[in-house]
């Protein structure tokens, strides 16, 4: 890693995991193949920031906790790279075992839990597939039946929203930016997910002096602000 972090990808340890790689890695690996209309391709850093934008619109009450994991929902991109869906079928289970082991170092290196609440992993998605509807057909050539036959029907009006194509420094930088607010409002914020949430509230109630664990709220997400410093 240019961070000077060497990562085990079949063992990976949260702490060889950095933001500044994670932001880097993404704002370079392209989305569909790089098979996109414009200038530049529409990477996976920006497809992230989208996903985490239509996320925090479907679930407005959603806390901070909850809109960082939709905003690191492909994170482990950044060094396997973005394989198309018939591909990783192709490949078989091996690619999502080490997919899942991967977002669950990078989860906790940021005070996530290592697997999220089923509600919310199905909010993410939710706001993935509109993501990728949207891609598709403003990006990839797809027509708009086609893609909704893949991703699902949009919300009524939705196809007219416009999607960025910027450099891949810009792209790092407004990710980084992104990641910073939803760290510092995580920090911040007295409100517990499981509180604040609405939709995405069955969470297993679990107290932090029960669990043994005084790090943990309810939640299973860190009460303390993710460290973005190069330990050791």
Not at 13 to 19: A, L, S
Not at 43 to 57: G, K, M, R, T, Y
Request: glycine residues 8%.
């Amino acid at each position: 890693m240019l961070s000077g972090r060497r990562l085990d990808l079949f063992d990976p340890t949260p702490v060889d995991i950095e933001i500044e790689d994670i932001a880097h890695g993404l704002s370079f690996v392209a989305r569909w193949n790089g098979q996109t209309s414009g200038d530049f391709p529409f990477s996976v850093a920006e497809h992230s920031l989208l996903v985490e934008e239509l996320f925090s619109a479907l679930e407005p009450r959603a806390s901070a906790c909850w809109r960082l994991a939709a905003l690191l929902h492909d994170a482990p991109e950044y060094v396997i790279g973005d394989l198309i869906s018939p591909v990783k079928g192709a490949v078989g289970p091996g690619y999502a075992a080490l997919e899942a082991r991967l977002k669950a170092a990078i989860h906790i290196r940021f005070g996530l839990p290592a697997t999220l609440p089923h509600a919310v992993e199905q909010a993410i998605k939710r706001a993935d597939r509109l993501s990728a509807w949207l891609e598709a057909v403003k990006l990839a050539g797809f027509s708009a039946a086609e893609a909704t036959r893949l991703f699902g029907r949009p919300p009524t009006g939705f196809a007219a929203r416009l999607l960025p194509l910027r450099p891949p420094a810009e792209v790092r930088a407004a990710f980084l930016a992104r990641f910073t607010a939803l760290v510092a409002e995580m920090d911040t914020s007295n409100k517990r997910p499981s509180e604040a949430q609405g939709a995405l509230a069955p969470l297993p109630a679990r107290k932090a002096e029960a669990s043994g664990d005084p790090g943990k709220d309810e939640d299973g997400c860190s009460k303390s602000k993710p460290s973005r410093a190069n330990e050791g």
